[in-house]
Each structure stands twice: as structure tokens, then as C-alpha cells.
């Protein structure tokens, strides 16, 4: 029977999303989570492939905006719900889905395509990248102590329901999307999914709450979380489920945090996906008591290498030329020349003599700022052609703050 990819009609929806469910292991079983997802689902970009009358493929593409280095707001195509039937691997389904989805990044003129991998070491071979990393804790809040910076006792706390103070904290988080590369503009009806908490991290928890930092009147920073009570012999052992934290300044970041380590009957602090720079390292006692972990993050590939590079600026000057290799959008092939500085950049075509040489993957997770290219080069996936030409561009692509992807997608 031929096998078919075709762009996804929107009475074809719930075949398709059951697809996805299933190959992510039944993950969005609920009715109040595909309500969700079929409000955010863009079908005009979306894939099915279909073997007869069976999905047996499945790719999406958002419309994202990305900030990246200098304050910009890139317009990026993420990659999202992509899955292959168990029966149907190794016949280059995804192969397609990915020359598809690429393509169609391409056409709808965003320079960047970017993406969550569940499984990390697929999407190298498409020239994917990882371009941000992100640091989770928990915090042992009887063992840790928190200084206190300047200020922290003029900050107002308040908690409330989440839906009832959504405008003002989706005003805050817009507020600091341009300054940290990674961060993702919020698009309508993403709102709602800021809100949402899966079933599973529902079970056992208290209903999820806000609590805001104010001065005056002013709103500087908010935290979503939940508490989830537990008892040992020994007495209460419960943990704050931490979800979203953004603050404008130290002692409203502050302030949330003493009051999340504050909370009675609860021993741990428990915060995923943070930046790797998050304060809090900085703020308490004993980092040892904080189990902190890393993992990888954002996956960013440039679509098209000379508009990516032109889109951000750059920490120093720099002018280089990059040999680039990239089998899979031949059209990024060959020598670029990126002439750029923190007022704005240009990268062209030339044929002058390459300086360094590096795949598209090393572009990708170099873009953003997270990534060093002195350590790629360490790693044998740069090479300096010219002697002095690394060190000069490494410097140049830096990022004063780590970059964050702010949530999934």
C-alpha cells in the first residue's frame, strides 16, 4: 500500500493527535488536554503520514517568535508532536516529515527552525543543535539559609489563583522576553497552556497557586507552584512544586524565593527547566543541599545561515568567514561572510578564504549565545583555519546572560 504525507485537514485532527498520544506512550489522554492542543495546533502546518486509512506519521510546526542576542524576536518554525508508528520505523518516514517540515520553514521566510527532543540523538542527522541548557534543584530548606539582598523587605507578597492575575504576569513575562536570548514570544492562546498542569503532576498536589511580588503597586516578578503534602515519622516531609518563576529585579526574585522556601509543612523546593545562571545559586547558603542537575534544552537548527546570522547582534566586533557544511539544506552550503558588532550584523556569500569550519549543527548551538565556540572547537567541531579567527568570534557570539527556553512547546 503507497504511503502517503499529506498537510493535515482539520477533520482529520483527532485520528492524527491519537497518533501522537500514542507514540509518546498515551501522554495526552486527557479531554481537557487535547482541548488544548487542538486550539494551539496550526493544521495548515502540519504533517500526517498515512497508510491507507492509518496515521502513521505525525509532525507539527508552530509559529514561534525566538529571542535571541541583542533583544531581537526572530520568527522561528518549532517543531512539535513528531512520531512514528512502531510499525512503520525504518522506511524514512521521518526523513520526510523532516524534509517537509524544513521546507516549509524555508517558504514561510523564518530563518530558524527549533525544537524539545525526547530523544536527544535523533535530530543531529537533520542539523539540529543544542543551543540552550537548563538547570533544575531541590532545595533542602531546612539545611539552606538565604542572604537577602537590598530591598527584599520593601517587596509586597501576595498569592492568587493563577487565572485571576494571568494578564499581568503574561505583561511581566513579555517584559523579559528581549533580554534573554531563548525565550519564546507568546503567542495568542499560549496563555492558556501557561496555566496548564498535566494529570500526573496534579496527583497528590494542591491546587496550583500564584504568589506576586509588588512594590508600590508594581508588579516585579511572580511564581506559579504547587505543594504536594507528605509525612514521614519523623513529621511533615512535603515539597513546592515550583512551575514558573520571572522577576524583574533581585529583590523580587528574592522575595518569591524566600517565600517558596518559607512555606509551612514543606522541606523541599523542587524548580525545573531554570537558566543555568538562575540567582538562586548565588542567594543560598549551601548549593551542595540544592541536588542541582543539567540537562539540554533548546534544539535550534538556521534554515537559512546568511538571515539567521544578520538577525542577532553581537557582543564585540567580528568579521570572519565561516565554511559552512550542511548536507541536508544544501543551500546553506559554502563560505558566508558575517561582518557584525551590538549595533547590527550582515552576512553574505563570498568567496574569500575560510577562516573557520564548522556544520550547520555547530551554528545552531553556537547562535544563541549558550554555547561556546572555543569549546565546539575543543571538541574537534570547529576548526580554525586562520590563527586568531576563533578566539575573535567566540567572544563576539558570547551572551552576557545564559540562554533559556522559558517553556515548552
Sequence with gaps: MTIELRVLDEADWETWFSTVSWAFGGAFGSDEERALWR???ETERSIGVWDGDRVVGTAGTFS?????????????????????????????????????????????????????ASEPSIYGRFGY?????????????????????????????????????????????????????????????????????????????????CVLAERDGELLGYARYLTRPSW???????????RDLQATEPAGYAALLRYLLDIDLMSTVALARRPVDEPFTQLLSDVRRCDLRVRDGLYLRPVEVGPALAARRYA?????????TDAFCPWNEGRWRLSGGPEGAVCERTADPAELALTVNEVGAAYLGGVSLSALAAAGRVRELR???????????????????????
Excluded: N
Aim: overall charge negative; some cysteine.
Design 387 to 409: 590563527p586568531g579567527a576563533l578566539g575573535a568570534a567566540a567572544t563576539a557570539f558570547g551572551s552576557p546572560v545564559a540562554p533559556w527556553l522559558s517553556h515548552g512547546f
Design 316 to 324: 564585540t566586533d567580528v568579521e570572519v568567514v565561516l565554511e559552512v
Design 39 to 41: 486550539s494551539l495546533t
Design 232 to 242: 514521614q515519622p519523623s513529621g511533615p516531609d512535603g515539597t513546592v512544586q515550583v
Design 129 to 209: 543543535g543544542t543551543a540552550t541548557w537548563e538547570l533544575s534543584a531541590e532545595i533542602e530548606t531546612r539545611d539552606v539559609r538565604l542572604s537577602a539582598p537590598p530591598g527584599i523587605d520593601e517587596v509586597e507578597i501576595r498569592v492568587a489563583d493563577p487565572a485571576d492575575v494571568l494578564e499581568e504576569c503574561e505583561e511581566l513575562y513579555a517584559r523579559q522576553v528581549p533580554l534573554r536570548p531563548g525565550m519564546l514570544a507568546r503567542r495568542p492562546g499560549w496563555e492558556r497552556a501557561a496555566l496548564w498542569v498535566a494529570p500526573d503532576v496534579r496527583a497528590g498536589a494542591a491546587p496550583q497557586l
Design 64 to 116: 514561534l517568535g525566538l529571542s535571541v542576542p541583542g533583544g531581537a524576536v526572530v520568527p522561528a518554525g518549532g517543531l512539535t508532536m513528531v512520531g512514528v508508528a512502531p510499525t512503520h520505523r525504518r522506511r524514512g518516514i521521518l526523513r520526510r516529515m523532516m524534509r517537509q517540515q524544513l521546507d516549509d520553514v524555508r517558504a514561510a521566510g523564518e530563518p530558524l527552525a527549533v525544537l524539545t
